[in-house]
């Protein structure tokens, strides 16, 4: 999950860079990520056992893939271009915060103090790392509806990680992505073809191919295989608490590029960030409470 996280850190920067030459859109980008994975898996999954997967499974799969990616990625790409950048990442912090509830709810895991203190601590040093980096000149045209359209990926991605945790583990993580990745590729396909189609792939240069391929093999299919993993072995409230390893992994690549300067500031955010990682990580789950009795 630690891996996962920063390979998608260091997806940030990339995609800013790719984005920012104007010629790919953000659309564009997401169509680039969900299509790619959706080959990708379907290539590995030429390499590993066969599994079959009944048609019920296959449209738990599919609502799966909506909260899981669609609704995760468009909503987030979508609330972002209405609002700042900065403010777009204060509300992603909220993320553990709706997998805690849903997973004491659904799943019936314990809201202890160290895991309710974890979030708090983790959050506030997120937005302290956020807000030290924040422009000014990064705004949007209604950071109120693009600030509830952020919250709502963040509130999609807790309802896939708790909704699904058990359902998850029936099947490989090829399988789960294949079918997944190739939903979401279904369902965004629509929405997608005036925008491929008024896209100038000629004007493309090397760095853009280069930060796409790095985005659909490494901050995608690499990514989720990893992910996958994570949350197969892990609580739903730990794989959220590590959604604040990625603003870390940015602002380490944006000190080392001379975009930021590191500060006591950023230290302190920084430790704060791991310690409520570390918290949520060591707090008791249900089994342990079960085997405590």
């Not at 959706?38 to 590995?44: C, K, N, S």
């Not at 314990?110 to 924040?134: D, Q």
């Not at 959220?240 to 380490?252: D, E, L, R």
């Amino acid at each position: 999950m630690f891996g996962a996280n920063v390979m998608w850190g260091l997806m940030a920067p990339v995609v800013k860079v790719v984005i920012g030459a104007g010629v790919i859109l953000s659309l564009v980008m997401t169509d680039f990520r969900i299509f790619g994975a959706a080959l990708l898996f379907w290539v590995a999954s030429c390499f590993v056992p066969h599994e079959h997967v009944p048609a019920r499974d296959k449209l738990t799969l599919f609502f799966a893939s909506l909260f899981g990616i669609m609704f995760n990625q468009g909503c987030y790409v979508f609330g972002v271009g209405l609002t700042s950048p900065g403010e777009a990442a204060v509300v992603t912090t909220t993320m553990p915060l709706w997998v805690m509830i849903l997973a004491a709810l659904v799943l019936k895991e314990p809201v202890t103090l160290k895991k309710a203190g974890g979030i708090a601590v983790g959050a506030a040093g997120t937005v302290m790392l956020v807000l030290s980096g924040n422009s000014a000149t990064a705004t949007g045209d209604n950071h109120v509806a693009g600030d509830v359209i952020v919250l709502l990926a963040q509130l999609s991605t807790a309802i896939y990680l708790t909704f699904y945790k058990n359902f998850i583990q029936r099947y490989s993580v090829i399988t789960l992505m294949k079918w997944m990745f190739t939903f979401a590729s279904l369902t965004l396909l629509p929405f997608s073809v005036t925008t491929l189609a008024r896209t100038d792939w000629g004007a493309m240069t090397m760095t853009e191919v280069l930060g796409v391929a790095y985005v659909v093999l490494c901050g995608t299919f690499i990514c989720y295989i990893l992910y996958m993993v994570g949350q197969k072995n892990l609580r739903p409230t730990v794989v959220g608490m590590y959604n604040y390893v990625q603003p870390v992994v940015a602002c380490c690549v944006a000190v080392f590029a001379g975009l930021e300067v590191f500060t006591v500031f950023k230290a302190v955010a920084i430790v704060l960030i791991f310690a409520g990682v570390y918290l949520v990580v060591i707090s008791k789950s249900r089994a342990s409470m079960k085997g405590a009795r």
